[in-house]
């Protein structure tokens, strides 16, 4: 298979962090671990590339040229227009402010290319839909960058739930806190808390109504009090604030009931689970201490999921396991919560257009 050429908009610090430092991993041609790594010294059990990334767009140069270094990345170029005009693409990486995104997404989309939107792919369900409205007239897949879906602490989670004697998933309880927040930049619940808006309905299913209150005390320091009712009936409980410290995965919980079951996610690590007819709890955390690819926290927290899942997805021309309407469905539950905040009643998500 000749690898897909990818390229990437984007060099800020979630982008250096994060998704171009698990792209080696995630599109191929690396070896699985340091066992791996001596056994296959030579190259020949190398497993195949999937993709390469040829192409960067980074509106500053002397940025762009050290990222590019880092990277290996062959080409920059100081917009995306320009990138689409003079790489033959298959899928583009897209990592900018949910502001900018929607824009750039529909560029790329009508240049025939399949695009990875980083969370939230935009503001509003309404830019969202224009998204949409693009992949469908190029038949182009996007994916939006969940990587908590990917994570092996919650993906271990789900392995649970899937249980028989867990039983019917019932009760959902999370909470995320975040430090003050810039409100000259973002919306705290779109740009902060997204992630737990679309955790609820990646374990519970879709979400039928809520209810939601807000704190506040002073600028860019809010506690949002959720509650939640999904289409199966069961309930759901939500704390997402950021009223204290920036040390946010020590203040990250996540607890469901079954019938007779229950499981717990601690810090976005460590699982434990008591299951009905079980004398024993079950506990689970990654054993990072080994150097392995396996093992890094970007591999453990779902950036190379995520990343190789979208680029799998387009090679086999299939729908990603983290969808656009997935995203969607985030930035809906989102709209409806700033609406039960603001009108004072339980807020019905059908009453949200998507």
């Known amino acids: 298979m000749t690898p897909m050429r990818v390229g990437f908009v984007g060099g800020g610090e979630h982008a250096r962090m994060s998704l171009l430092p698990s792209l080696r991993h995630a599109l191929g041609g690396a070896p699985e671990g340091l066992p791996a790594l001596v056994a296959t010294h030579a190259g020949a059990q190398l497993p195949p590339l999937l993709g390469e990334l040829v192409a960067l767009a980074e509106h500053k140069a002397d940025h762009a040229k050290r990222i590019a270094a880092v990277h290996g990345i062959q080409r920059v170029y100081a917009n995306h227009e320009d990138m689409l005009a003079h790489e033959d693409l298959d899928c583009v990486i897209v990592c900018l402010h949910p502001r900018l995104q929607p824009d750039v997404a529909i560029a790329c989309l009508n240049a025939g290319v399949h695009v990875f939107l980083e969370k939230p792919q935009a503001e509003s369900v309404a830019e969202s839909l224009r998204i949409r409205d693009a992949a469908a007239r190029n038949g182009k897949q996007v994916a939006v960058a969940f990587m908590k879906r990917f994570s092996a602490p919650y993906l271990r989670a789900r392995q649970i739930m899937a249980l028989p004697a867990f039983g019917a998933p019932s009760m959902y309880e999370a909470r995320f806190t975040y430090a003050r927040y810039p409100v000259d930049v973002y919306n705290f619940l779109n ?164």
């Open 191 to 354: 740009g902060f808390g997204i992630h737990h808006l679309d955790l609820p309905r990646f374990f519970m299913g879709d979400v039928d109504t809520v209810s939601a209150e807000r704190v506040s005390r002073g600028e860019g320091l809010d506690g949002y009090a959720i509650t939640l009712r999904f289409c199966s009936g069961a309930l759901g409980l939500l704390n997402i604030n950021c009223l204290e410290s920036s040390f946010t995965n020590w203040s990250e919980r996540l607890s469901i009931s079954g019938v007779g079951s229950s499981l717990h996610v601690e810090n976005w690590r460590r699982v434990i689970a008591f299951i009905a007819g079980e004398d024993e709890m079950r506990y689970w955390e990654p054993e990072d201490i080994q150097p392995t690819d396996a093992a890094n926290s970007l591999n453990l927290h779902g950036f190379v999921g995520e990343l190789r899942d979208f680029v799998t997805s387009v090679a086999g021309n299939h729908a990603p396991a983290s969808t656009l309407q997935d995203g969607i469905e985030s930035v809906r539950l989102q709209e409806a919560i700033e609406l039960s905040v603001h009108s004072g009643r339980r807020v019905a998500l059908k009453e949200i257009a998507a």
